[in-house]
């Protein structure tokens, strides 16, 4: 299709902290401008009447949303879009093992786990995991912690895939054959809560989040959030003479966070993180539809899709009583798709209304569409501000932007496409 005249109405905005994942905050925001430095110089009178030209380095750049959240809470496990306070100031987790002691027990034809310090996103330090046996498929790791509470809490680890060679012999032809357990019986074949995530690794850093209310199966008997005190990662090979080394699968820090309502975030803050923000207009909707008969709380029909293209993208309704409401695609087959969170059903999703897929600000407009992009990396947080003006509760979000790193390389990129060639996806910002 041609270029539009004007880019008006909608935009896809994705905020990522340096080592998580990105939120999409599209529907609280109703402006955005973006002051690029300026490139000032001075100039200096000499004695034939001319001047000299000194150049003064460029500015930084200051990217300024107006937000009108619903909640302090982004609700990055549900429907994005409620509120922010938390992504920025808040993300106050409880760390269940910060992978800085290799002290993992290791299955059968699993290589003993060890320290990294080269590959990792917190604290210095990840453990490596590898396979070397050739008796099993599967590989796993077992850890005895302190019992933990964790009951109405998120989960999040972080698994490092090194190459396409290793995610090549990983089988991830089916959701159930990676996992983790948790448990708060003797071991993990009793009490546990198995959660899946084959269907969500990619080359690189995977920022893997469950809910913990959830599970994708479960032992003999559940778990008992309230004391967790067995964790378990498990990893399936294509064939049983599949071998990885070490540190070609890395994990970083097992961590949680109490979801439980009212919610309440501590924005006396001293974090100094580093993000990404990523605005793209494009004309590109991936895909429209209707709503199939009874829909579940996480489970749409539809028709027509390719099995696990569009994780990672947004579903947002365009009628019925949800009408607007944003959700995040954690899994789809050919005539499903799956969004995070349970909240669906209880928000009015009804069968017969109509939705669209839509991409995020950090996602790829494919070849044949029409897309701009403006993102910056490693900005500060610099300010937020609250007023309620004409009857309405309004935050003034500012980031801050360098215009080039230490070494010189430029920190923000413009990128466009005209339908002749794809504009990719950023990818995680870690």
């Known amino acids: 299709m041609a270029a539009p005249d ?5 935009a896809y905005i994705s905020i990522a902290a340096k080592g998580y994942k990105d939120l999409d905050f599209s529907t609280v925001t109703s402006s955005i401008d973006i002051d690029e430095g300026d490139k000032e110089f001075d100039s200096i009178p000499n004695m034939r009447g001319g001047r000299l030209i000194v150049d003064k380095a460029q500015e930084p750049t200051m990217v300024t949303f107006e937000m009108y959240p619903t909640s302090v809470h982004s609700n990055a496990y549900e429907k994005y879009g409620d509120g922010v306070s938390d992504y920025f100031h808040g993300r ?6 910060t992978c800085t002691v290799a002290d993992w027990t290791e299955s059968t034809d699993a290589i003993a786990n060890a320290l990294n310090t080269t590959t ?5 330090t990840s453990l490596s995991l590898g396979k070397d046996g050739s008796t099993s498929t599967g590989i796993s790791y077992l850890k005895t912690i302190t019992s933990a509470s964790i009951a109405n809490h998120t989960l999040r680890l972080d698994v490092y895939v090194a190459d396409a060679t290793t995610l090549t012999a990983l089988d991830v032809s089916s959701d159930s054959t990676c996992y983790i357990r948790l448990g708060s019986g003797s071991d993990l074949t009793d009490d546990y809560d198995q959660f899946d995530f084959a269907d969500r690794l990619a080359v690189g850093w995977n920022h893997l989040e469950f809910d913990l209310a959830s599970s994708d199966s479960e032992g003999s008997s559940a778990a008992n959030f309230a004391a967790i005190t067995k964790l378990g990662i498990y990893f399936t090979t294509d064939a049983t003479g599949t071998t990885f080394a070490s540190g070609k699968v890395i994990m970083d820090k097992w961590r949680s966070r109490d979801e439980t309502e009212p919610f309440d975030v501590v924005v006396s803050s001293r974090r100094r993180e580093l993000y990404r923000v990523a605005m793209l207009w494009t004309d590109d909707v ?5 709503v199939g008969a009874s829909p579940s709380n996480t489970i749409i029909a539809t028709s027509g899709l390719t099995s696990d293209e569009e ?8 009628s019925g009583t949800a009408i607007g409401n944003v959700y995040l695609i954690t899994d789809n087959a050919a005539t499903t798709i799956t969004c995070a969170g349970g909240t669906m059903e209880d928000d009015g999703v009804l069968a017969d209304d109509t939705y669209e897929i839509v991409n995020t600000g950090r996602g790829a407009v494919p070849s044949g569409e029409n897309g701009i992009r403006w993102y910056g ?4 947080l610099v300010s937020c501000k609250k007023s309620f003006t004409d009857g309405v509760l309004k935050y003034t979000i500012k980031f801050k932007f360098n215009t080039f790193n230490k070494s010189g390389t430029g ?6 496409t005209d339908e002749t060639a794809v504009m990719s996806d950023l990818g995680v910002y870690y």
């Open 286 to 290: 991936i895909a429209t539809g209707t």
């Open 92 to 97: 106050n987790f409880t760390n269940i093992d």
């Open 377 to 380: 990396k490693e900005g500060r």
């Open 311 to 318: 994780i990672g993208k947004l579903f947002r309704l365009t």
């Open 411 to 416: 920190e923000m990129v413009e990128d466009s």
């Open 6 to 10: 004007t880019w008006t109405e909608m």
């Open 120 to 124: 990792y996103l917190h604290n210095g």
